[in-house]
């Protein structure tokens, strides 16, 4: 993870909810590269076929509410998604997000800053989200360790994947 | 019930526990002993993460639970990849507790009525209605697949201990209303994102007289609340209900008399009426007499899902449509929570009355709650539902109108064939 992302923005609205990320009918494809043609198909229906690698979406309240589907972290991260920022996230989505390892940054008044188009630049260690174009920013509080350690590593499959191949390991037998 | 003591809540208590600490407080990063683990279709998604993190074995074999439920049978050849894929992990892994197709029933259903989660227990599942088993005093939550795949691997998950919004309800719940109305009545109050990250915790006399199904209602719609887990202390009812079923050892804990609370939500159901959730939220909470005024023409109603569909739901609901017929031009669709409950409801003669009524009764699923099955919703279409999400494109078309509603008024709509008020029908 980089200590500073800079990307294009998109902008979604509140309480956006996985059904409007993911729609239910396409829950039974699997391949994130399948899945991100699909996505934001009813809340920003223009995304799927413009956003790029890089690019920085930014949510107002409640993003990813409702459902638990780990489709739309996913097909966020297959399109190359570099970071989410919202005022707040809904649970399930937040932590599906840093388990994949694509950073969910929760900032309090993030989304009045923005509108689409414009360049964000995020400092994790600084803990700021800046409007390139205006020149305003918002703080937020670091990460906490554990979740930055996540997503150091590159997210839990990593993690656990080195975890399991210590205790595996002779030299620690 | 102040909730400005140093005490710790019920979930703190259960969480200290799961990961062997003698107190826990929120905000605190703490790493719980998981004591079930739960998967749907979703879990196909485990399946590779598991295999990628280099895992040879799942923990615990009788600690893991799959319940196939939301494409019953496959209705698609993706749903059948992702029912092979689980049958085969399930198989290498020799896991026991598999509910295949003809055993099969909603998850959090089968989890309950089976006795996988019982007091004291960390309970987690790869749905976000998981929120529905705390009702036996256990803290469950839903969780990704991803880290399903780390539950698997380790038998534990990094968990953030959530502060806890107290819901203390009084009063007596009048002819005709619920627990549903109860449950819509408190997100009327505390919204869609007034628990986000929390534990809801519900007491107070109301509480207490709840049979286990209701509470089931009522901490099933805490996730649509927002919160992480919701859950209702253990006591008598608890304890009669899983002592027959119970799979392991319980655990039960109560919150301190002084536990320190979050929020406090004082809630009196006293002359309290049926309530609805009218597009496009759960929160969207109005008094259902007024609603039903505005006489809402439906096209569908759907009398199913996990908020709502165990044998005492369809007996309510037959209740209310004993001598009537549905509306013409209403497609009114039944879908037990679960192949016991179809059985107990075909034994009860209940199949037939709806079937006769004019309904469709199918099988025991996810069914039409979800918009990725059956009984999808064409454009402008309008549906009355006892499930528990009315967001926009829930059940099909991005435009469609769901009305949540209590068992029996779903029933009533469908016989109106409008948004209707069951206490109204003779
Ligand atoms: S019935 Fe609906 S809410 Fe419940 S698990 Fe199935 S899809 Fe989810």
Known sequence: ?173 | MTGNGHGATLAEKILARASGLERVVPGQIVDGRVDLAMMHEQGAQTVGPFHEMGAKKVWDPDRVVIAIDHWVPASTEGAAVLHRILRKFAEEQHLPHFYDVGRHGICHQILAEDGWVVQGDLAVGTDSHTNMLGAMGAVAAGIGPTEMAAVLALGRIWLKVPPTVHVHVRGTLGPGVTAKDLVLRVLGEIKTTGATYKAVEFSGPTIERLSMPERFTLCNMTTEMGAKCGMIAPDATTADFLRPIAKHAAHPVRADADAAYERVVEIDVDGMPPMVACPYSPDNVRPLPEVANEHIKVDQVFLGSCTNARIEDLREGAAVLRGHKVAPGVRFIVSPASTKIYQQALDEGLIKEYTEAGAVFTNSSCSACFGGNMGILAPDEVCASSSNRNFPGRMGAKNARIYLLSPAATVASAIVGEVADHRSLN
């Open chain 1, 1 to 173: 993870m980089r200590d500073v992302i800079e990307g294009r923005v998109w902008t979604l609205g509140v309480d956006v909810d996985t059904d409007q990320i993911i729609s239910g009918k396409y829950l039974t494809i699997i391949d994130p590269q399948e899945l991100k043609k699909h996505v934001f198909e009813i809340a920003l229906p223009e995304f799927a076929g413009a956003a790029q690698a890089g690019d920085i979406v930014i949510a107002g309240e409640n993003l990813g509410c409702g459902s638990s589907r780990e489709h739309a972290p996913a097909a966020l991260k297959a399109i190359g998604v570099s970071a989410i920022v919202a005022d707040s996230f809904a649970r399930i989505f937040f932590r599906n997000s840093i388990n994949l390892g694509l950073p969910a940054i929760e900032v309090r008044g993030v989304r009045e800053l923005f509108e689409q188009g414009d360049t964000a630049r995020i400092s994790m260690s600084g803990g700021t989200v800046t409007n390139v174009r205006t020149g305003r920013s918002v703080h937020f509080p670091p990460l906490p360790a554990h979740l930055l350690e996540l997503l150091e590593v590159g997210g839990l499959v990593e993690k656990v994947r080195l975890e399991l191949a210590h205790a595996d390991s002779p030299a620690t037998a």
